[in-house]
């Protein structure tokens, strides 16, 4: 019997030349707006230069030091200055981690404290601080997702909160033309991974497959062509929509086992999150295919099978975009074993994985991937 939620109250405005409009759609009685961006690329690509005279009259902002993988003394800091400054509005400029980090903010100011305090179980009271959320990558999903990730020691820890899906999210590819290679194939294979990933959750509904399968097809036919020719407008047009599409999926279904793994290979060896999850991608394909499967599964393998390809086909495809799906080419070795499934232990995306996953079978998807 068909039974689902599905909820997904983000304004999304989508098309080239959209950044320029953003006056229109922001909140009119937003007078104090906190843009939070990382050091390079937005300046790089002029997109904050275009934002700032977009929303020319009201006070702005910046906090422009955003790293990538943002830590919660990062978050804590720039929701000092927000509260300090009685900011009305965040909007995060970048990839996911100016994007989540802006989500954090919106909660800090109106709920006070430090963000660990949250990590560890506080609930937030009051509403959060309005968030827009403008993506120059095209991998995340953040701008439509209620979850952030953030960094606390080593470790990457996800919250979600319905607070956290933003009001507003623009989306113009125009400011995604200057990613460079590297940086679009990673967050290109985080765009598939949710959409493959969020098609196999056991929280996944009609509508979230619907969007998944449409995800995953564009990003097999586009992904190539935009690493190919990053100035194709059209196709960075294409892989934004697909990104978007991948983040409408997640913030219904969660990701599973796959991104639960992939932290470590980013904790320990650096390795870029979407590019970590395209690494594992195969390998976790191949567990899934391997168990006692329910009809509903056998029908989804089925499909990506179809619409994705074969294992075999997949770690081809993964490899043709310069990414090695060997973890022994990024440093691992069998000592890591250890401390990688310490990291996976207790990730709630065990718990959404549509088959059981006990220690042993994340240990022997590892190996396997060595
Ligand atoms: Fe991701």
Redesign the pocket.
């Known amino acids: 019997m068909m039974r689902f939620e599905y909820f997904s109250p983000t304004r999304i405005v989508f098309g080239r030349g959209k950044l320029k409009d953003i006056a229109n759609f922001i909140p009119q009685e937003s007078s104090r707006i906190f843009i939070v961006t990382g050091r390079h690329s937005s300046k790089a690509n002029g997109a904050l230069d275009l934002l700032k005279s977009s929303i020319q009259g009201k006070d702005i902002l910046l906090f422009d030091e955003i790293e990538e993988n943002p830590s919660v003394q990062t978050v804590n800091k720039c929701a000092s200055i927000a509260r300090k400054e009685k900011v009305d509005l965040i909007i995060g400029l970048g990839g ?1 981690s100016a994007m989540d980090v802006a989500k954090f903010i919106a909660l800090l100011v109106t709920n006070g404290g430090v963000v660990e305090e949250y990590l560890n179980g506080k609930v937030p009271v009051n509403e959060l601080l309005p968030i827009v959320e403008i993506p120059t990558t095209a ?3 953040s701008e439509v997702t209620p979850t952030a ?1 953030i960094t606390m020691g080593i470790i990457k820890k996800g919250y979600s909160d319905l607070g956290f899906f933003p009001k507003l999210a623009i989306l113009d590819p125009t400011v995604t033309l200057s990613m460079p290679y590297e940086v679009t194939v990673n967050t290109g294979l ?2 598939f ?2 959409a493959i990933e969020g098609y196999f959750s056991s929280r996944a509904t009609p509508i979230s497959d619907l969007i998944a399968v449409e995800a995953m097809k564009v990003i097999k036919d586009v992904l190539p062509v935009v690493a190919a020719n990053g100035n194709d407008i059209e196709a960075r047009s294409q892989m934004l929509y697909a990104s978007m599409l ?1 983040g409408l999926v ?1 913030s219904q279904t969660g ?1 599973i086992i796959l ?1 639960g793994m ?1 932290y470590s290979l980013t904790t320990f060896y650096k390795v870029p ?2 590019r970590a ?1 395209g690494v594992l991608l195969p390998w976790v394909i191949e567990f899934l295919s391997g168990g006692e499967l329910t009809l509903s599964l056998q029908e989804k393998i089925a499909l990506i099978t179809k619409v994705v390809g074969s294992t075999d086909e997949i770690h081809k495809f993964v490899n043709s975009l310069g990414v090695s799906t060997k973890l022994r080419d990024y440093g691992v070795t069998e000592n890591d074993m250890p401390r990688f499934v310490q990291d996976v232990r207790g990730r709630r995306n065990l718990g959404i994985t549509p088959v059981k996953v006990i220690e042993e079978d994340i240990i022997n998807i590892y190996r396997q991937a060595l």
């Open positions: 996911g991998g995340s999903g990730v985080d765009a991974t949710h991948g997640i990701t991104h992939s999150h979407g999850t």
